[in-house]
């Protein structure tokens, strides 16, 4: 049984820095099919960061040179280290991955969605 928990959320001033983990069990991070979205009060959950495989991350336009997603292989957690945090961050921020499956020549493939789900967790900016 796969499970999700993030962790790392708060309420900081615009400018702070947040670093968001996420802890996964029941699947194992490395050559992941992972990322992070984010749900701000009232609006449509969007995409902010994510991995697959063994390709460098992917950031939505609005966090590319603030947010960075990295992994812990060791401590089996996806982090996401947020700096110079806006108002517009203001979201709940989920952990989420994909399915995955060995293709032919052994390299994980990612499933064409995203399945599992943390229970998110809060992040407030304030300006």
């Known amino acids: 049984q796969v499970q999700l928990v993030e962790s790392g959320g708060g309420s900081v001033q615009s400018g702070g820095s947040l670093r968001l983990s996420c802890a996964a069990s029941?699947?194992?991070?490395?050559?992941?099919?992972m990322g992070w979205f984010r749900q701000p009060p009232g609006k449509e959950r969007e995409e902010v960061a994510t991995?697959?495989?063994?390709?460098?991350?992917n950031y939505a336009d609005s966090v590319k040179g603030r947010f960075t997603l990295s992994l812990d292989n060791a401590e089996n957690t996806l982090f996401l280290q947020m700096n110079s945090l806006k108002p517009s961050d203001t979201a709940m921020y989920y952990c989420?991955?994909?399915?995955?499956?060995?293709?032919?020549?052994?390299?994980?493939?990612?499933?064409?969605?995203?399945?599992?789900w943390g229970q998110g967790t809060q992040v407030t900016v304030s300006s």
């Open positions: 989420a991955a994909r399915s995955r499956k060995i293709g032919p020549w052994g390299t994980p493939i990612c499933g064409p969605m995203f399945v599992y």
């Open positions: 029941g699947y194992t991070i490395t050559r992941s099919c």
């Open positions: 991995i697959e495989v063994d390709s460098s991350p």
